[in-house]
């Protein structure tokens, strides 16, 4: 653990870096940190932080600036949060005050994006609930079947599993009569669990087909567009930190295009409670060690239905984004349950 002279010259240094980007001196820390310490001794404690991989020497200075472990303490234990301005805040509230949750969560990425001047998203909701009203699998090739689900509310999904074995179209008529007879009006989840049930006592293919069916009918297509809202994120093209390294720019862009990876993000970070950091690649999702993510779930009703964020460069400002975040979060779950 850095003792607190050690604390205090990190957390400037990590302040003057964010603010600037540039490497940062003895000399700087000397006069910004408020310690009495001669510049020998911030010298060594300079020394003692690169050691323990906190802060690092870039070949073209003598300064130092922090790296991805210097974030993370910085975030978990030195950083002082600012509180939003009033001005903000009924900015917030003025924006998400739709009385359509899709505006809502529309209005929510741009409002992320625009306040931070970096790439807002907001997941969308997963569909849940709904009960069946019909299924139907039709043969289209071998072991290929598209289902037809229709729900009770009039959304009909169309989903191509690809089946253990062929059947013949009876067996798929069959297995179609089957389910509408028994599990009509059912949700998902209840088709699921009596599935589990009575698993020993139906016929083991159309079991096997059914569930396909279902797990099927409960993803969300890789590539899919409409499962999170991004908002801003050619606004990272400005971001000198970002925009230097192509190649994995171009990598953080391939992502927001299939958006597959940043779902596996959002919905790990909708587990957690409160706002979350995920600083360079600890995420294991983001391409940039120079990139960011700041997350936070919203809620309806007291359920949790998705989470939101900013994605931007590693200097970023935290103590204005983290609250920024939450904030959305809490108004847009606050507006969700009015609706």
């Known amino acids: 653990m850095l003792d607190k002279r050690a604390q205090i010259l990190l957390k400037t240094l990590i302040e003057h ?36 991989g906190f802060i690092a020497s870039p070949h073209t200075s003598a ?58 998203l907001v997941m969308i909701p997963k569909r849940q609930g709904a009960a069946f009203r019909h299924i139907e699998f039709l043969p289209l090739s071998d072991k290929r079947i598209l289902v037809i689900i229709v729900t009770t509310d009039g959304a009909v999904q169309n989903r191509i599993i690809v089946a253990d074995k ?34 020993q006592q139906m016929h083991s293919d159309i079991t096997r087909l059914m569930t396909a069916a279902l797990d099927a009918s409960s993803k969300t297509a890789d590539g899919s567009k409409e499962s999170v809202v991004i908002a801003g994120e050619r606004n990272l093209l400005n971001v000198q930190d970002l925009s230097t390294n192509v190649t994995s720019l171009r990598k953080l862009f391939e992502i927001f295009e299939r958006r597959t990876s940043l779902m596996q993000l959002l919905d790990n970070s909708q587990r957690a409670a409160g706002v979350q950091i995920f600083i360079g690649g600890e995420s294991g999702y983001l391409p940039l060690d120079e990139c960011s993510m700041v997350t936070a779930p919203y809620q309806a009703n007291g359920q949790t239905l998705g989470t939101l964020g900013v994605i931007g460069p590693t200097r970023m400002a935290y103590e204005r984004v983290i609250p920024i975040v939450d904030i959305t979060a809490k108004l847009l779950s606050n507006a969700l349950s009015h609706t």
Do not use: C, W
């Open 166 to 199: 062929p059947y013949s179209a009876s067996e798929l008529s069959q297995a179609s009569n089957f389910f509408n007879q028994n599990y009509a009006g059912s949700t998902l989840d209840e088709v699921k669990k009596k599935l589990h049930e009575e698993l």
């Open 63 to 120: 300064g130092r600036i922090p790296t991805q472990r210097g974030y993370r303490l910085f975030v978990d234990s030195l950083l002082t949060v600012q509180p939003l301005e009033s001005e903000i805040l009924r900015r917030l509230e003025h924006e998400l005050s739709s009385p359509d949750p899709q505006e809502l969560i529309n209005a929510a990425a741009e409002l992320l994006s625009n306040m931070t001047h970096f790439a807002g």
């Open 17 to 52: 870096y964010i603010s600037d980007g540039q490497p940062v001196g003895s000399r700087t820390l000397s006069v910004s940190s408020g310690l009495d310490l001669s510049p020998a001794s911030i010298r060594n404690i300079m020394s003692e932080l690169e050691e323990h």
